[in-house]
């Protein structure tokens, strides 16, 4: 199974509104990148990943699911944009802050810490134990 984290500027959408969703989950609209639109063309029904709050926070703070493969983005008037559909887990007991990632050896080569602008992007398993580790699960 493969892992990935997904950031959000909490005051436009965060964990908050996700879990409001439920079951249905909601689409992962708006990315305009072509690598983070990659990355979501990859994924598959049942992955998880990480919902970060960036700019705000600066911290993840749940698990989502992936409940469905990359589709059109219907933001997007030009279709070669598409998005996956997510929904919320669970909240981590204790948010992983960029500042505690940083400080972690073995996230070291995270994207996150390297790459913090990238808004969709791939998380190794060994950084996700160590994540969920720090996060007390």
């Avoid at 892992?3 to 708006?30: I, Q, T």
């Avoid at 700019?55 to 749940?62: D, L, Q, T």
């Avoid at 080569?109 to 969920?132: C, F, G, H, T």
């Amino acid at each position: 199974m493969a892992y990935w984290l997904f950031k959000s500027e909490p005051d436009v959408f965060s964990w908050d509104d996700l879990v409001a969703r439920g079951e249905a989950g909601e689409e992962w609209n708006g990315v305009r990148n072509y690598q983070a639109r990659n990355f979501m063309r990859a994924m598959k029904v049942g992955e998880r990943g990480l919902f970060y709050h960036s700019n705000i926070g600066k911290e993840a703070v749940g698990i989502v699911e992936v409940v469905a493969e990359a589709h059109p983005d219907s933001t997007a008037e030009d279709p070669k944009w598409e998005c996956v559909d997510l929904k919320a887990v669970m909240p981590l007991p204790r948010p992983i802050s960029l500042d505690q990632a940083r400080q972690e050896p073995a996230l070291r080569d995270m994207v996150l810490v390297n790459n913090s602008r990238l808004s969709v992007q791939p998380v190794k398993d060994d950084e996700w134990s160590a994540i969920m580790r720090l996060a007390g699960l």
